[in-house]
């Protein structure tokens, strides 16, 4: 086995191309893979964003995880075929695929009536100006906004987009024309490794083959995990994935969907009103977990929107805040702790390992801490390492 960058209290983060790291580790070891890998995407022009995640990877993911052992892989929406068809030539079954729905994605398309002008050397007549809502800032590059990242993995620098009119015939022709959607959710590939017999004789021997159901039901009320108070003791983690104590109630919530959302008022928005659900406005503020120290990203108190929505029907949870991040974590693609929180309690049995091949910051293993898991990370960039050591040792101490 490699030595590990760091191991301590049943987390440990390996420096290393994973496949390499993944072949020193023993078959059958661990329980889940949960992992936001690249997309191919050519993220920021990354080398790493290059191309997805090749069979050989998939492979030895396949030859570490248990039989029954589920994997959730994070995916583009451009490049999702190309990560399913890897897994699946891997040797994974594909069982699902789950929506992260978001409102704050950006988008990236190039304005077709301004790339004729500027091929034609024509100059636009600015008639205004349009300024990003909520003091977002904007990056302008080849006639494209996108949002700008700085050290703190936020945007850095303001800027305001000009409105221009067309300026030849052509332009006019083809004004209010782009080459790209908004976008407003992320794929999550759900896989399980083989088995023989049934689930049932798998779950005894292994303990994976299922999911779990009971763990993940959704409050109709307020959109989170459900928990189910039994005495003094709460069924599942303690904790909700918001960071907030569960509400106790005699139902047993909603059966876990394919579907997540941010809770924005934009993603709410677009679900049709119904009687028997109660959609929910957010609060922005940030707690703190009592019990494991893990920022929420919002202060757990919801209001109602005043009528029934179905978007309660479903897990929400907000993107990563700059608090959550922590001090210094510019790594371009951190994901929500809560949301993680989520995923790992979903398709990890009580006490088993979690494994993410391409831990970046670390989200996955500081979720799989706050879930009661055991977790190993990989991650080929020494800076992300340390980030994710930081982030860890925050937890810890």
Known sequence: MPEPYYSKDGLTIYHGDC???????????VDSIVTDPPYGLQFMGKAWDHGVPGVEVWAE?????????HLLAFAGTRTQHRMAVNIEDAGFEIRDMIAWVYGSGFPKSLDVSKAIDKAAGAEREVVGRYQPPNGSTWNLKNDKATPSIGATGHSDRAASLDITAPATEAARQWQGWGTALKPALEPITVARKPFKGTVAANVLEHGTGAINVDGCRVDALHGRPHREKTGEKWSGSS??????????????GRFPANLIHDGSEEVVGLFPESKDGVAVNRNRGEVIDSVCGFTSGHSGKDEGYGGGGSAARFFYCAKASRKERGEGNNHPTVKPLALMRYLVRLVTPPGGVVLDPFMG???TILAAAGEGFRGIGMELEVASCEIAQRRVQGVLL
């Open 361 to 363: 910051s670390g989200t």
């Open 239 to 252: 904790m909700d994935s918001c960071g907030s104590k569960a509400v106790g109630t005699t139902t047993q």
């Open 19 to 29: 496949q390499a790291v993944l072949a020193a580790l023993p078959p059958n070891s």
């Open 61 to 69: 993911c396949l030859r570490v995880l248990k039989p029954g052992g």
